[in-house]
């Protein structure tokens, strides 16, 4: 996946994603976009950023800061 000036990561594929969290995405996109800009918009980075940006939305679900999924 490559990044064209002035623009942040896409999701990365992951098959098998469980469905409750697609609703998230938006939220998780703009998560790693913040990562990605933090890190000084890093090439090949978009895994890991999403990843992490994954892990903090999802406990910010968990502690109740935030919309929980639709389920």
């Known amino acids: 996946m490559s990044l064209g000036q002035n623009q942040f990561p896409s999701k990365p594929e992951s098959p098998?994603?469980?469905?409750?969290?697609?609703?998230?995405?938006?939220?998780i996109a703009v998560a790693a976009y913040y990562?990605?800009?933090k890190e000084g918009h890093p090439h090949e980075r978009?895994?890991?950023h999403w990843l992490r940006a994954e892990h903090n939305v999802r406990r910010l679900v968990d502690a109740g800061k935030t919309?929980?999924?639709?389920r």
């Not at 098998?16 to 939220?27: R, V």
């Open 35 to 37: 990562i990605w800009e």
């Open 46 to 48: 978009e895994l890991d």
């Open 67 to 70: 919309r929980k999924p639709a």
């Open 16 to 27: 098998g994603q469980p469905s409750k969290w697609n609703e998230l995405e938006p939220e």
